[in-house]
């Protein structure tokens, strides 16, 4: 018993350690973006040694890695929720709404998971990952959260193939609306986000719902 307890408590230790890592690596990340960062800073930040760190992650890019994961994990509930709140009545067409809002609304309310997701955090824009491994769990990962969206699109009736199409425009349309608005160009055309994503879903699922001969 007391060898299980002592062992509960290291872990209990490790984990509050693991976090304490983690903030200290958002704030390193949001600073230098993922090539800037250094193991070294994080361990600064957090105030461990960089021997320390590597008890937990081997590199600053599972550290990265592992607070994208926690993101998504945390949009793939945001969006489930919002389509379980639908009423029944409001059918598939009402969930691919709610997925498609609940996305846009993770992302409006908490901008910096929008630069952690798309390594915008003093990164800039293009192609980067943190191991092919890790890409394509997170990859897998967005693809889980974005899931409800093609589910509702079959229900309505899309093909396999359009629904998989329909997925990814939406998913462009939102991404390109909330970079708009978190870089203030939207000031520009004098519009609101929420008024073009709202727009688009209306003009999207009609032409979806039209029939095959139309």
Do not use: C, W
Not at 8 to 31: D, H, P, S, T
Not at 107 to 125: H, I, K, N
Not at 182 to 210: M, N
């Amino acid at each position: 018993m007391a060898e299980t307890e002592r062992r509960r408590r290291r872990q209990a230790v490790g984990e509050v350690k693991r976090g304490l890592i983690l903030v200290a690596a958002r704030q390193v990340f949001a600073r230098h973006g993922l090539e800037g960062a250094s193991l070294r800073a994080i361990a600064a930040e957090a105030g461990y040694t960089p021997a320390a760190l590597y008890f937990h992650f081997d590199s600053k890019e599972a550290i990265y890695g592992e607070l994208l994961a926690q993101s998504l994990a945390s949009l793939k509930e945001a969006v489930e929720a919002a389509v379980a709140a639908v009423p029944a009545a409001d059918g598939p067409e009402g969930r691919l709404r709610a997925a498609a809002r609940a996305f846009f609304r993770f992302y409006a309310e908490s901008p910096q998971e929008l630069d952690l997701g798309f390594y915008l955090m003093r990164g800039g824009v293009g192609p980067k990952g943190v191991g092919r491994a890790r890409d394509r769990d997170l990859n897998a990962r967005l693809a889980a959260g974005l899931a409800p969206i093609g589910r509702a699109a079959r229900e309505m009736g899309v093909p396999e193939g359009d629904a998989g199409t329909l997925t990814a425009d939406i998913f462009a349309h939102l991404v390109g609306v909330l970079l708009l608005a978190h870089t203030g160009r939207l000031r520009l055309f004098g519009t609101a986000a929420a008024t073009l994503v709202e727009g688009y879903l209306d003009a999207r699922l009609a032409a979806a719902s039209l029939p095959a001969s139309a």
